[in-house]
């Protein structure tokens, strides 16, 4: 069974950086250089939201509200995609998620818990 597990989040004051990881589990999956990979966060009482996403070529792409701010990777030989998030906001204070794009709703983890403090 595939399941994408992110990890990397916590608690962190307004201006600072955090580095998220998502690595794809399922012992036959492999993160296929022709996905698109993207990162999704949801806060409380609001829809899961796309924020960042790579394309096959690595070509990013960023919601407006975090460009310049985040950089997301990739990494296909490891299974693994990034995001480093910086200058964080209260605004982005989160559960974050992995998943491809469009998303494949049997392949949402756990997420994890991004809280930004003022």
């Known amino acids: 069974q595939v399941q994408f597990v992110e990890s990397g989040g916590g608690l962190v004051q307004a201006g600072g950086s955090l580095r998220l990881s998502c690595a794809a589990s399922?012992?036959?999956?492999?993160?296929?250089?022709?996905?698109?990979i993207g990162w999704y966060r949801q806060a409380p009482g609001k829809q899961r939201d796309l924020v960042a996403r790579?394309?096959?070529?690595?070509?990013?792409n960023y919601a407006d509200s975090v460009k310049g701010r985040f950089t997301i990777s990739r990494d296909n030989a490891k299974n693994t995609a990034f995001l480093q998030m910086n200058s964080l906001k209260p605004g982005d204070t989160a559960i974050y998620y992995c998943?491809?794009?469009?998303?494949?709703?049997?392949?949402w983890g756990q997420g994890t818990q991004v809280t930004v403090s003022s």
């Open positions: 399922g012992s036959t999956f492999r993160l296929s250089s022709l996905n698109t």
């Open positions: 790579i394309n096959s070529g690595g070509s990013p």
């Open positions: 998943n491809l794009l469009p998303p494949i709703a049997r392949y």
